[in-house]
C-alpha cells in the first residue's frame, strides 16, 4: 500500500516537472539569501528622500515658477496610465487658476495705481504747444483706457478738460483727434465715465469730430454720442443745441450697416416726442435726396404723402 502510493507520488512529480518550465532553481546546497538590514536613521533618511522627490513635484507641476533652480532635476511623474490624469495633475490645475486669479487682482491695481499717479503728467503734456506731443500723448491714453482699472482712473474732470481743449485746439492733428476720440468711446462705455464727459462738455466736442474725414474717429464719436443719449436724459437737448441732428443725418449715406444702426436709434431718441424735429428730420433726408427708407426707420413725416 505504501510502495503503491510512493510510486504515485513520484509519478505525480515527474508529469509536473515536464510540463512547467526549468527556472534553474537554486539546489539545497545554496545558502539561504540574506536579507540586507537597515538602520532606523537609514530608514528615516529614505523616507525623508521619498516625501522629499513628491514634493518636488508637487511643486514643479502647481508653481513651476516657485522652484530656486530652474535646471534642477525635477523627479519624473510616477504616472503609468497616460490616458488618465495623476493626482498631482488633478491638484495643479485649480492652483494654476487661483494664481492667475491673484495676477490679475494685482495687475489691476497697479493699472489703476499707475494711470492716477501718471494723470498731472498727461495733464501738463495735453497743454504742449507742439501738436505732435499732445497726439501721441492722446494716443497713449487711449491705450490706457483700453484697460478697465485705468478707465476708471481716466474718470477726471481735469482730465477730461484736458482732452476737450486740445481736440479743440485748431492745431489738433490727426492723432489727437482720433486719440481724443478713442478716450471717450472708452470713458463712455461706463456710467461714470458717461456723467464725467456730459459734466465737463464734451458733448460739443464729439458733435465736432462727426465732420473727422477719418472714419474711425466718427465711429468713435458716433459711438459714445450714442451711450450718452441711452443713459443721460439731458443729453439730447445738449446734442440738439450742437447741431448733433443734423450732422448725424448727413452721416446715413455710410454704406456700414452697424455704423447706420447706430446712427438711425440716436436719431430716433432725438425725434422721440420732438414733432419740430420730426419735421426738420424728414425734410433734411428728403432734400439729401436719400432713400425713403430712414425715414420710415424713424416714424419721420415723408413729403409728399
Known amino acids: 500500500m505504501w510502495m503503491h502510493s510512493q510510486n504515485n507520488h513520484y509519478h505525480d512529480s515527474d508529469m509536473h516537472s515536464s510540463s512547467m518550465p526549468y527556472r534553474g532553481g537554486m539546489s539545497f546546497d545554496q545558502q539561504p539569501i540574506s536579507l540586507i538590514e537597515y538602520t532606523q536613521d537609514q530608514i528615516d533618511n529614505m523616507n525623508q528622500q521619498l516625501s522629499s522627490t513628491r514634493a518636488q513635484r508637487i511643486r514643479a507641476a502647481m508653481f513651476p515658477e516657485a522652484l530656486e533652480d530652474p535646471a534642477m532635476d525635477v523627479p519624473s511623474s510616477t504616472h503609468y496610465i497616460t490616458n488618465l490624469p495623476t493626482a498631482v ?4 490645475e485649480p492652483s494654476q487658476q487661483l494664481k492667475n486669479a491673484v495676477v490679475d487682482i494685482i495687475n489691476y491695481k497697479e493699472d489703476a495705481e499707475i494711470a ?9 503734456l495735453l497743454s504742449d504747444e507742439d501738436p505732435i506731443v499732445v497726439g501721441q500723448v492722446a494716443l497713449v ?65 464729439l458733435v ?98
Open 208 to 305: 465736432k469730430l462727426l465732420d473727422s474725414p477719418i472714419e474711425v474717429v466718427v465711429n468713435y464719436a458716433m459711438s459714445a454720442l450714442h451711450n450718452l443719449l441711452l443713459y443721460i436724459e439731458q443729453a439730447k437737448t445738449e446734442i440738439l443745441r450742437c447741431g448733433g441732428c443734423h450732422k448725424m443725418v448727413s452721416l446715413l449715406n455710410n454704406s456700414n450697416q452697424k455704423f447706420l444702426a447706430i446712427v438711425t436709434d440716436c436719431l430716433h431718441m432725438l425725434a422721440f416726442n420732438n414733432q419740430e424735429v420730426k419735421i426738420c428730420l424728414g425734410l433734411s433726408i428728403y432734400f439729401l435726396g436719400l432713400a425713403c427708407l430712414p425715414a420710415i426707420t424713424l416714424g419721420l413725416p415723408w413729403p409728399g404723402v
Open 116 to 124: 492716477e499717479k501718471a494723470i498731472p503728467e498727461l495733464i501738463r
Open 89 to 92: 495633475q488633478k491638484l495643479s
Open 141 to 205: 491714453i487711449h491705450t490706457l483706457a483700453k484697460k478697465e482699472a485705468s478707465r476708471m482712473a481716466l474718470t477726471n474732470p481735469q482730465l477730461i478738460n484736458a482732452l476737450i481743449r486740445a481736440v479743440s485746439n485748431s492745431k489738433a492733428n490727426d492723432e489727437t483727434k482720433r486719440g481724443v476720440a478713442g478716450i471717450f468711446q472708452c470713458l463712455a462705455q461706463q456710467k461714470q465715465g458717461l456723467f464725467c464727459i456730459f459734466k465737463s462738455g464734451g458733448i460739443p466736442a
